[in-house]
């Protein structure tokens, strides 16, 4: 089961709504593909990322998350997105913590003419994911 | 004032869930990579799914009625469409659940399109295992939805245009002559923008001024429209039909009441400074007119070069000097607005290689107009700037800033240069026929109404010399003379001439200040791609953003030429009055509520309002949120400390069930099925 | 960084220790007024040729490149060279390796058969560059005032040449690539003057194997250079790279033989190194610069006379 020519690691995105979001759906209309493993949940805001729905993720099994949300100074809501970027490098350090890899969580900014870019972050991070083998929950290492 | 329904997050009693499941193939979209019955059998084994169906389209009046008729049955009471992204077609599912009687928001749409078929094409089984997951999910989140009602609020019938050239004098116009309330603000102490500095405009070669100083004056004299010019909005606040602005007019330092007009403090002023409306081809003083037919016709003291000598003061026929001038801060509420702040021109400083602002003869197309123009500041005779001599020979080089790939200009067409090029050489050409015109180009884009045949026209009868071959570089030679270094591609041979002065079709660029711009208005500049604001959708809603009630106009979107940004000022215009005539607009209810029974009152979420919508209540010690001024960011949701924020829609109850069921119980090796 | 810290490995290339050594010889004396200590490296090779043998196969360059940079990074030094074409190969060779991976690891692996390993540790300076942003044109301008009792009073022509300026991105003066005014600032000593000659960016057309394989069309290039610097009145041209030296110095010979048809007449302007002119500023004979050849020499630079100079300067101290 451990075998890593049939891992499809198994990334979850949440997405703020108004760039991210609109970011993955033009990467979608100019159809740039990348490796199917990446689901995505929707939140109006990254202010709204909750640091409880990363850890839910990867207690149920996730390989690795990813939140995205708008560039900071460009967020739709003024500054929610100023929030989460003060969470996110804490948790990160609580994860190793956790006894999970930090690299299995992906912090990025795209915006919505940057489907391009997510694309290229998506299929780089599956990449990683690869390697670092599968959660260990489920019985990687 | 606002109408609103009760909060219904506190009405608990509820069906059980029975939801029905709409997967669409959106022809070969979806279809022609996954197995869209199959999904439809998996649909049916999760939980609390009732029913399963497929259909071509979704989003047709067939696939709609299958979705109303389920609910008139009373089969279903939630309802998932598989399809496209909700920021496709969201209301047009949320619309028909209403009318098949369902509150509209006991819907969740799936995107299994834009997130999967589309960019997992060639993997089949990767596609069919996203197209499950992202189905299992809205089936979670829906049955943790609960009703809610839209809330309505009142528009303001008011317009606020920022930027008064071409696009937002005609918004203002249509706006004011339909009987609405339009402020009309721009940074410049005059209206007529970059329209103002043109000579002739093409195919027709109507003089600029002469279409535009009449829209002008009328914008000036019109009761409805308040002209504030040399003002600039310095914060918004508020929502769609209730935004709140400030505005700050800059102090002119001159009393427009008493000022005549008279002209003589520009005539006694001992400073020369660069004048910006010749784009510093001609000196002003430091107290001055922008330019004869500027409207309003208000002088003004730069302050920046003043020295406060007084002469004008001491001399004005009116005393209307005033140096202790401040600014002035107005604030309006506004329903609308419009944004038409248009283009900055490529800065060719950035070309190395043309020599701009070190060879003393390349000058760029806009100074080029400005030496065209009767009113220019050579008055209409064009002369070259080393030594005023009329030129004999004139190079044009166009796409200077634009079609450039090496990250010194943008990668964009800029639309306008192939034409206002031929328009300049003509009109040169039409006032000395015995002198040589090269346009070196690329391409030659006559796109518009007569625009070829206005090219063709002046190819053929005006000699001027079509080159195509982009120009490689350009020298100083001796006495002023600037050689002219490329290669002709149709002939396939350098070329090098010597001529007399150069101009640089410059392209045209988002203006410097649009990243402030758009901070302030909370529209969105493109990041990555050429820097103009972005509309709501390229195609169909050109004039719209995604913020409700801010439209967009002109070149502010992109280059374009007059007649289309006229049309643009126009549909923006059309499109603000279509919210304002209805007198009211709706707004989706994601805002959030404090429990108050389990808010600790520890305030954490008060300063993290960007909305400033939580305030503390004394005395019940809690925090409360304003439900209209709430924009439903969540942020406060995920940060208290005591979970007592519940937001509508995207609650912990509606999230975290996604988040659960987002990755199969059993292990990925068993997931992966041979097709 | 005081004057005492620097110390750097330098790098000869080919064409200064075979044919033009006097540059060596000039660059030393002057650098030894400014306390830059400069060290052998021993078992140099060709940097190679960033014309010719990057043409060829960008891998060989690579690994050929790779190992005389491993010399310097063995001695814990940055590298100082006086070519411009060293510099094209040996900066481009380093840039290239910190940063691809992929090209780090198949260069190691040929490394590794002769017990070396690419680190990417150390700089390459070209010495202008050392000149201009490690001493400075302020400090050069001082040490000169009163090397000597008349100043130069010159009017140069600067050849900046190539692999100097481009590709800007990776070099020091990245922002004026398309104007640059280092090389000129530096020069503006002892009384010396910058000329603006047309086309003063252009090639002298020696370089990517063009003197090599189309001699005749190389020399039709330098015969357009020294016409416009002719036209500009200049007393001497002042080079930072031996090839481009050589092209100029015997180049002239060459060209005003084969060219007798096309030049209105001989060309006969002195060709400087420019650690030669800093020399010469600081008060130094033209005899220590190398730049007096003894008659019964064959085959020894320099061959267009630097007489003209000498006579124009006069006396040194």
């Known amino acids: 089961m451990s075998s890593q020519e049939i891992f499809d690691p198994y990334i979850l995105g949440i997405f703020c709504n108004w760039c991210s ?44 998350v990813m939140v995205s949300h708008c560039h900071p100074g460009d967020c739709h809501y003024i500054e929610g997105n100023l929030k989460t970027v003060r969470k996110m490098p804490l948790l990160k350090r609580y994860l190793e913590q956790f006894g999970i890899n930090p690299k299995r969580v992906r912090y990025i900014f795209v915006s919505a003419s940057e489907g391009v870019v997510l694309t290229e972050i998506a299929k780089e991070f599956s990449q990683e994911i690869i390697e670092l083998g599968p959660n260990p929950i489920r019985g990687g290492n | 004032m606002v109408t609103k329904t009760k909060n219904l997050n506190k009405i608990n009693g509820r069906d059980p869930p029975k939801i029905g499941v709409y997967i669409c193939w959106c022809g070969i979209n979806i279809g022609g990579v996954v197995d869209v019955p199959k999904l439809c059998d998996y649909a049916r084994t999760l939980p609390n799914v009732v029913l399963a169906s497929e259909y071509k389209f979704m989003c047709s009046d067939i696939g709609q009625g299958m979705i109303m008729e389920d609910i008139k049955a009373g089969k279903i009471n939630r309802v998932v469409v598989s399809a496209c992204s909700p920021r496709m077609h969201e209301e047009t599912f949320r ?29 089949v089984p990767g596609a069919t295992r996203i197209a499950k997951d992202h189905i299992r999910m809205a089936v979670a989140k829906v049955g943790a939805l609960k009703p809610l009602e839209v809330t309505t609020v009142k528009v303001e019938p008011s317009t606020l245009i920022v930027g008064a050239g071409i696009a937002g004098i005609n918004a203002a116009l249509d706006l004011a002559n339909s009987g609405y309330k339009v402020y009309l603000v721009d940074k410049s102490p005059t209206v007529g923008g970059h329209m103002a500095h043109l000579d002739k405009t093409f195919p027709t070669m109507d003089c600029s001024s002469c279409i535009t100083t009449p829209k002008m004056s009328e914008v000036a004299r019109n009761p409805n429209i308040e002209l504030m010019t040399y003002s600039e909005v310095i914060s918004l606040d ?22 005549t007009g008279c002209g003589h403090c520009t005539d006694i002023c001992p400073v020369e400074c660069a004048n910006e409306f010749d784009l510093g081809m001609k000196p002003r003083k430091a107290i001055y007119l922008s330019f004869p037919q500027a409207v309003p016709g208000e002088y003004t003291i730069d302050m920046k070069h003043c020295i406060r000598c007084g002469i004008c003061q001491e001399t004005c026929p009116t005393a209307a000097v005033r140096y202790d001038d401040k600014p002035e801060y107005v604030d309006i509420t506004v329903g609308t607005i419009i944004l038409a702040t248009g283009y900055d021109p490529y800065d060719a400083t950035r070309m190395g290689q043309y020599g701009y602002g070190r060879i003393k003869n390349v000058i760029n197309a806009l100074q080029m107009e400005r030496l065209l123009s009767s009113y220019g500041p050579t008055e209409g005779k064009v002369k070259r700037p080393s030594d005023l001599k009329e030129p004999e020979s004139i190079v044009w080089v166009q796409c200077v800033g634009s079609r450039e790939f090496t990250g ?35 391409d030659l884009r006559a796109f518009g109404k007569g625009y070829e045949e206005f090219y063709n026209d002046t190819a053929k009868n005006y000699g001027i010399k079509f080159i195509r071959g982009r120009v490689a570089e350009l020298l100083e030679a001796g006495n002023g003379n600037v050689i002219v270094r490329a290669e002709d ?40 791609e050429d820097g103009f604001l972005m509309e709501a959708h390229p195609k169909l809603r050109p004039v719209d953003t995604l913020t409700a009630g801010i439209f967009v106009a002109g070149n502010v979107v992109g280059p374009k030429d007059i007649p289309d940004t006229v049309a643009q000022a126009k549909a923006a215009a059309s499109s603000a009055s279509t919210l304002m005539s209805r007198g009211e607009v709706e707004i989706i209810p994601y805002y959030s509520t404090v429990l108050s029974h389990k808010c600790a009152g520890c305030k954490s979420c008060i300063s993290l309002c960007p ?51 987002a990755i199969p119980k059993k292990p990925q090796a068993e997931e992966v099925e041979v097709e | 960084m005081s004057n005492d810290d620097l110390k750097f490995a330098l790098f000869l290339g080919c064409v200064i220790p075979n044919r033009y050594p006097y540059i060596e010889r000039a660059t030393r004396a002057v650098f030894d007024k400014f306390k830059i200590q400069l060290v052998d490296m021993k078992g140099a090779s060709c940097c190679p040729a960033p014309g010719v043998f990057r043409g060829f196969d960008i891998d060989t360059w690579l690994v050929i490149g790779a190992r005389n940079i491993t010399i310097a990074e063995e001695l814990g030094l940055d590298i100082a060279l006086m070519c411009n074409g060293c510099y094209g190969s040996l900066l481009e060779v380093n840039h290239t390796l910190k940063y691809d991976k992929e090209k780090r690891r198949m260069v190691n692996e040929h490394l590794a058969k002769i017990g070396r390993e690419y680190k990417g540790t150390v700089e390459i300076r070209h010495v202008v560059d050392i000149m201009y942003n490690d001493i400075g044109p302020e400090k050069i301008r001082n040490k000169t005032k009163y090397g000597r009792k008349k100043p130069l009073n010159l009017k140069l022509a600067i050849h900046y040449g190539c692999h ?79 090839f481009c030296h050589l092209q100029f ?45 003894s008659p019964d020499l064959k085959g020894v630079p320099p061959f267009t006379p630097v007489k003209p100079i000498i006579t124009k300067i006069g006396e040194t101290a």
């Not at chain 2, 150069?502 to 649009?514: H, T």
């Open chain 1, 21 to 64: 979001y609109a970011g993955a759906d033009g990467a979608g209309t100019s159809r740039m593909q990348r490796p199917a493993n990446l689901r995505i949940v929707r939140v109006m805001c990254g202010g709204r990322v909750d640091p409880q729905f990363v850890i839910n993720a990867l207690m149920n099994g996730a390989d690795g």
């Open chain 2, 238 to 259: 508020g929502y769609v039909g209730n935004f709140k602005v400030r505005i700050e007019k800059y102090p002119h330092y001159i009393d427009q009441n008493i000022c």
């Open chain 3, 164 to 242: 100097l300026t481009k590709p800007s991105e990776i070099r020091p003066w990245a922002k004026e690539s398309e104007n640059p005014t280092f090389f000129d600032e530096l020069m503006e000593i002892s009384g010396c003057k910058s000329l603006n000659y047309k086309d003063k960016f252009m090639c002298c057309g020696a370089g990517g194997g063009v003197r090599g394989a189309f001699k005749e069309i190389s020399l039709d290039y330098t015969r357009e250079k020294l016409e416009n610097i002719s036209t500009a009145n200049a007393d001497a041209i002042i080079t930072s790279c031996p």
């Open chain 3, 249 to 293: 110095d015997l180049g002239q010979v060459e060209v005003n033989n084969i060219f007798k048809d096309k030049i209105s007449a001989p060309f006969n302007i002195p060709v400087l190194y420019f650690t030669q002119l800093i020399g010469l500023a600081m008060g130094m004979t033209p005899e220590e610069l190398g730049l007096i050849r």
């Open chain 2, 489 to 528: 591609t149709t002939l396939q041979r350098p070329v090098e001439l010597e001529v007399d002065m150069v101009v640089l079709s410059v392209g045209l660029e988002p203006r410097s200040d649009i990243d402030d711009i758009a901070r302030i208005f909370n529209v969105t500049a493109s990041k990555t």
């Open chain 2, 408 to 442: 010194k200009g943008r990668k964009y067409c800029s639309r306008v240069c192939c034409m206002y090029a031929t328009k300049q050489a003509r009109s040169y050409k039409e006032k000395h026929p015995n002198t040589q015109c090269f346009i070196f180009y690329i």
């Open chain 2, 611 to 661: 909305f400033n919508a939580i305030t503390f209540n004394e005395i019940e010690k809690v925090a409360e949120i304003n439900d209209i001024l709430c924009k439903g960011c969540g942020t406060c949701v995920a940060d208290c400390p005591s979970k007592a924020i519940i937001q509508n829609h995207f609650d912990d109850i509606q999230i975290l069930p996604m988040i659960a069921t």
């Open chain 2, 95 to 123: 619309r028909a659940c209403e009318e098949g009687g369902l509150n509209k928001f006991l819907f969740e749409q799936a995107n299994i399109r834009e997130h999967c078929t589309w960019v997992t094409m060639h993997d």
